[in-house]
């Protein structure tokens, strides 16, 4: 009865060996994908805060200075009119492991119609 019990507890010991480094992984993946989403999100807010004050009139400098302070860090910046529309793209590298050499690039582009007077 002693080496059943002593066996058993040695599975448990193996089986928890094997399923400790996939949760994780489990866990490393889904804290990445959270990390990632809330960069996506913030390079949207930046790109629309970037197109709207750029509908206005304002300057392609104070235009840059919205998108940084609202998007993340190290975003790129690209402005661009065609008629009376002007687009702004936000892109920014992301690594969501931290030290992990994963870098994933996330984007957004927000469109908006110049405004009447503007410029």
């Known amino acids: 009865m002693a080496a059943a019990r002593s066996r058993e507890q040695g599975m448990v010991t ?3 060996a094997v399923v400790l480094p996939v949760l994780l992984l489990v866990l490393a993946a889904a ?3 959270v990390v990632l989403v809330g960069a996506q999100l913030r390079c949207v807010d930046a ?3 970037g197109a709207r004050a750029a509908a206005r009139g304002e300057s392609a400098t104070t235009v ?4 940084d302070r609202a998007g993340p860090h190290g975003a790129t910046v690209r402005t661009g009119t065609a008629g009376d529309r002007v687009t702004v793209t936000v892109s920014a590298r992301v690594r969501p492991l931290g030290p992990v050499p994963l870098a994933l690039t996330v984007s957004a ?3 908006a119609l110049v ?3 503007a410029g």
């Open 47 to 49: 790109a629309r805060e």
């Open 64 to 67: 840059v200075e919205l998108v």
């Open 14 to 16: 193996a089986e928890t």
């Open 31 to 33: 804290v990445a994908a």
């Open 109 to 111: 582009a927000a469109t």
């Open 115 to 117: 405004e009447p007077g």
